[in-house]
């Protein structure tokens, strides 16, 4: 038996890519930036104009004119407007291109305008003018043909903005593993399915299947009996057509715990079998062809812990869009003896900054139940009977929020 700290160790050495694919724009929000992205024109493409106000000459405005007649007005999405002469200004717009006879603007709240004999003027109160004032210049922020995302970025939604404004209809990113889910028992049946007296529906999978859909990984669906022959032959074909399998069941010391010899028939290279951990201790990991098989205690409490400690950090690595475990103080003390690292449930509740763990023991690895209260898991390391109240501890959340 090993301890968490190994079993993690074993899994995260274990580096895997699955190469890139095309994905449209809508389709990359936390998705893995593939290739290099480089500004298809100048940032910003023109001299834009930052206030709404009036375009003038700065040196009219270093000579001391601060009266000027409006010749006209440049709104946003027209081409550029010239004056014709330096006592003339031309009334902008936010997100105009400012035309290159005027370098400084007046915003309207230090300009006054009276009329005239049919002509409009503008008085300017601007006494802390400078050349460029109120003015994005072409390509300050970045020039055509510069890098602005690299490979391994991930797509957050500024990201996403970049890539629309480089107009980048489709992106490569990072493919996702194709993964296989399989629950494994004889005692199984479908979610839809009315369960005989002792048969249970399949929690395990569906759980596992519904989050890596929402991170947009999609699985592929698959029951075996507890049959020697048949997790054999069905595991051989699943093993070839798949990236990652996540099994759930079938891994403990009972008659119809076939997948640990069934899997080592198959080639797969055991890393370990058991971790000195509650719940999911009997959990099995080996590789095969550099593919991970991630063997969980059937017991639900268990699969989920295993899935949510263990696997999605994994996936989250390979995908580098891993953000680093937080940690969550514990709000009671709680008693443990057996020598194991224990992975108690939790409520979460973030205070002032700070994330306090109320623990919701629940009644073991099969009250599937209890994990309505708890929104995590509180790893408490093993070597200690009592842990202190008001110490910080590793948290692994699974709220989707
Ligand atoms: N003699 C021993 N017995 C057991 C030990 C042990 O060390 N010595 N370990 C216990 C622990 S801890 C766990 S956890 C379980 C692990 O069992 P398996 O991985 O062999 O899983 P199964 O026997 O197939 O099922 C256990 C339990 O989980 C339910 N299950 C299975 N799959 C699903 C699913 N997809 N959805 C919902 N529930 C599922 C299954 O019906 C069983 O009730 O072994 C202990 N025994
Ligand atoms: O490890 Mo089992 O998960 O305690 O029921
Ligand atoms: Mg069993």
Same mark, same amino acid.
């Given at each position: 038996m090993i301890s968490v700290e190994e079993a993690r160790k074993f899994i995260d050495e274990h580096h895997a890519s699955w190469g890139s694919e095309r994905v449209s724009l809508g389709e990359s929000l936390g998705r893995v930036l593939a290739e290099e992205v480089r500004a298809d024109r100048d940032f910003p493409p023109f001299d834009r104009v930052t206030m709404d106000g009036v375009a003038i000459g700065y040196e009219a405005y270093v000579s001391g004119r601060r009266e000027f007649e409006v010749s006209g007005v440049q709104y946003a999405g027209e081409a550029a407007k010239n004056i014709s002469g330096d006592d003339q200004c031309l009334e902008v717009m936010t997100g105009a291109v400012l035309g290159s006879s005027c370098d400084m603007v007046i915003r309207y709240e230090d300009v006054v305008f009276h009329d005239q004999d049919g002509r409009r003027f503008a008085t300017i109160s601007d006494e802390q003018g400078f050349r460029w004032k109120n003015v994005h210049r072409q390509g300050s922020d970045q020039k055509e043909g510069e890098v602005l995302l690299a490979p391994g970025q991930v797509i957050h939604a500024g990201v996403l903005a970049i890539l629309a404004t480089v107009g980048r209809m489709e992106t490569y990113v990072q493919k996702f593993p194709k993964v296989a889910i399989v629950s494994t028992g004889d005692e199984l049946v479908d979610v839809a399915q009315i369960p005989k007296a002792y048969q249970i529906r399949k929690s395990n999978v569906v759980m596992m299947e519904s989050v890596l859909t929402m991170k947009g990984v999609s699985c592929s669906m698959f029951h075996l009996l507890d049959d020697y022959e048949i997790l054999t032959k069905e595991l051989s074909h699943i093993l070839k057509s798949h990236d990652v399998l996540l099994l759930s069941g079938g891994v403990s010391k009972g008659k119809a715990d076939f997948l640990p010899q069934v899997l080592e028939e198959l080639? /797969?290279? $055991? #890393?370990?079998?058991? /971790?000195? #951990?509650?719940?999911? $201790?009997p959990f099995w990991f080996g590789i095969h062809q550099k593919k991970p098989v991630f063997a969980f205690p059937g017991n639900p409490i268990s699969t989920m812990m295993c899935f949510q400690v263990y696997f999605m950090p994994w996936l989250s690595k390979q995908l580098h869009t891993y953000s680093d475990t937080s940690v969550a103080v514990l709000t009671e003390d709680v008693v443990f003896k057996p020598d194991l690292g224990y992975f108690v449930q939790v409520s979460l509740q973030s205070h002032q900054g700070r994330l306090y763990a109320m623990p919701q023991a629940g009644n073991g690895s099969g009250d599937l139940v209890n994990l309505a209260k708890s929104t995590g898991f509180l790893y408490l390391p093993a070597g200690q009977e009592v842990y202190k109240k008001n110490k910080e501890y590793l948290v692994y959340s699974f709220s989707p929020l």
């Open positions: 080639g /797969v290279e $055991k #890393q370990f079998h058991t /971790v000195a #951990q509650r719940p999911g $201790k």
